[in-house]
């Protein structure tokens, strides 16, 4: 199953501040975590969700019943997020 946690936005109303994520509670138990880097620039995520700076957004993820439960975390690198979403960080 592919999961894209940063889906493109409708921008007609400009770009939101982050996205809404699910508990990181809720992947500390997960046995397989996945993260992607945000992946924009100038602050902005791939879907157009402005983080601000720096773009050291992460999106971690578990399935948990079928379905993606997400949430953002910074980090400098893959692993740190991972380990961040562990720690409920």
Known sequence: MRHNPFPALSLRHGAPMGRHGDNLANLQDAKRLHARHQGGGNGYDRGGAYWGAPCNVWAVWAWID??????????WSRAEAIEKARRND
């Open 66 to 75: 079928g379905e993606a439960c997400t949430a953002y975390v910074r980090a």
